[in-house]
């Protein structure tokens, strides 16, 4: 069974940063590319950003330049950290893990997911 466990939301101000950290546990942490995705109050979940074992990244186009992934591959865990955050940034941020290199933005390629960590920005 693999788990993932989200940390690190919380409410901020406008041009704040945040780190959010995932840690995987079960299954092979490396056989996954990693995504991070974002669901706002009465819209469809969209995706973030992802990453590779390799380290190889991807974004959309709205958290270019201020969002940055990472991984930690001994520690089975990912990070995204979000610098100049805005309050369209207001969102519940889900982890979530693919088997398979190839990264994807789709939500419905990823097989495992965790809960989620709220995110909200004040203007």
């Known amino acids: 069974q693999v788990h993932l466990v989200e940390s690190g939301g919380g409410l901020v101000q406008a041009g704040d940063s945040l780190r959010l950290s995932c840690t995987v546990s079960?299954?092979?942490?490396?056989?996954?590319?990693m995504g991070w995705f974002r669901q706002a109050q009465g819209k469809e979940r969209e995706f973030v950003a992802a990453?590779?074992?390799?380290?190889?990244?991807l974004y959309a186009n709205s958290v270019k330049g201020r969002f940055t992934v990472s991984r930690d591959n001994a520690k089975n865990t990912i990070l995204l950290a979000m610098n100049s955050l805005k309050p369209e940034d207001t969102a519940l941020y889900y982890c979530?893990?693919?088997?398979?290199?190839?990264?994807?933005?789709?939500?419905?390629?990823?097989?495992?997911w965790g809960q989620g960590t709220q995110v909200t920005v004040s203007s």
């Open positions: 990453i590779r074992w390799s380290g190889v990244s």
């Open positions: 979530a893990a693919k088997r398979g290199a190839d990264l994807r933005m789709t939500a419905l390629e990823y097989d495992y």
């Open positions: 079960g299954g092979t942490f490396s056989s996954y590319a």
